[in-house]
């Protein structure tokens, strides 16, 4: 890293007044203290694990909905248990609580995320052209296929599918990666399960997924937090034999 030093310097203006030349007093410069280098605290492996462990922990926990727990007890907890000392919980004990919390988390972020989906199909069933089925599911057909060819629950399909949240967060996307993806139809979730066998093969729709007909009260990946709606556009591009 290069370090800029700055000085600035105060230069005196002389003047004649009549015959004779008085001059100001010459200001010494001003020097800025130099910028300190920035000290790395990873000074050995020992460190550099032991910062490594923290933050594969910490992505852990955010990836589990559990970002917002106290980590002055999460770091007394993990020095009891290394230093040998008594622990007031016995493994299972910490099991149960864990999973008793993060139900409870998954839960309130769900309810949240199903009024803000019920709200958004609401509105979304109004726009012209987009179907809403009995069971919530919404399609809106962006290209008809040529082919009458329709997929069974038991067949396997090759898609080009882009997944988003309401809010048009990408989770998922084989257009961007550019490779089309194969599945049994009756291996995705609920809401792909019902719109596919619907569609003829070169056709693509856009899906409206409610949380019910996608992944309910159970958060998926980093992404998809529990109660999500979903938006697909999904391409059939063949149904594989």
Same mark, same amino acid.
């Not at 990873?42 to 955010?62: C, E, M, P, R």
């Not at 040998?84 to 309810?111: D, M, R």
């Given at each position: &890293?290069?370090?800029?030093?700055?000085?600035? @310097?105060?230069?005196?203006?002389?003047?004649?007044?009549?015959?004779?030349?008085?001059?100001?007093?010459? /200001?010494?410069?001003?020097? #800025?203290?130099?910028?300190?280098t920035? %000290?790395? =605290?990873?000074?050995?492996?020992?460190?550099?694990?032991?910062?490594?462990?923290?933050?594969?922990?910490?992505?852990? !926990?955010?990836?589990?909905?559990?970002?917002? @727990?106290?980590?002055?007890?999460?770091?007394?907890?993990?020095?009891?248990?290394?230093?040998?000392?008594?622990?007031?919980? +016995?493994?299972?004990?910490?099991?149960?609580?864990?999973?008793?919390?993060?139900?409870?988390?998954?839960?309130?972020?769900?309810?949240?995320?199903?009024?803000?989906?019920?709200?958004?199909?609401?509105?979304?069933?109004?726009?012209?052209?987009?179907?809403?089925?009995?069971?919530? !599911?919404?399609?809106? %057909?962006?290209?008809?296929?040529?082919? /009458? +060819?329709?997929?069974?629950?038991?067949?396997?399909?090759?898609?080009?599918y882009?997944?988003?949240?309401?809010?048009? /967060?990408?989770?998922?996307?084989?257009?961007?990666?550019?490779?089309?993806?194969?599945?049994?139809?009756?291996?995705?979730?609920?809401g792909?399960?019902?719109?596919? =066998? &619907? &569609?003829?093969?070169?056709?693509?729709?856009? !899906?409206?997924?409610?949380?019910?007909?996608?992944?309910?009260?159970?958060?998926?990946?980093?992404? @998809?937090?529990?109660?999500? +709606?979903?938006?697909?556009?999904?391409? !059939?591009?063949? @149904?594989? #034999?």
């Amino acid at each position: &890293m290069n370090i800029r030093f700055a000085a600035s @310097i105060v230069l005196c203006a002389s003047f004649g007044i009549a015959t004779a030349q008085t001059k100001k007093p010459t /200001t010494k410069p001003s020097v #800025k203290p130099k910028p300190t280098t920035p %000290v790395n =605290p990873l000074k050995n492996l020992k460190d550099s694990t032991s910062y490594a462990l923290g933050v594969s922990i910490g992505h852990s !926990l955010q990836s589990q909905n559990l970002s917002e @727990i106290n980590t002055q007890f999460l770091l007394k907890g993990i020095n009891e248990v290394l230093q040998h000392k008594k622990v007031n919980l +016995t493994e299972e004990q910490a099991g149960n609580i864990i999973n008793n919390f993060i139900q409870k988390e998954n839960l309130k972020k769900s309810e949240a995320n199903k009024v803000a989906g019920k709200k958004f199909l609401e509105a979304n069933g109004k726009r012209q052209g987009v179907t809403t089925l009995p069971d919530g !599911l919404q399609y809106e %057909v962006l290209k008809a296929g040529t082919d /009458t +060819t329709k997929p069974k629950l038991t067949d396997k399909v090759k898609c080009h599918y882009h997944g988003t949240l309401i809010d048009g /967060t990408v989770f998922d996307s084989s257009v961007d990666r550019g490779e089309p993806a194969t599945f049994p139809v009756n291996g995705v979730i609920k809401g792909w399960q019902e719109a596919l =066998p &619907m &569609m003829t093969v070169g056709s693509k729709w856009k !899906l409206f997924i409610p949380s019910s007909l996608a992944y309910g009260d159970n958060p998926a990946g980093p992404k @998809i937090g529990p109660g999500s +709606t979903l938006v697909f556009e999904v391409e !059939l591009l063949s @149904i594989e #034999k």
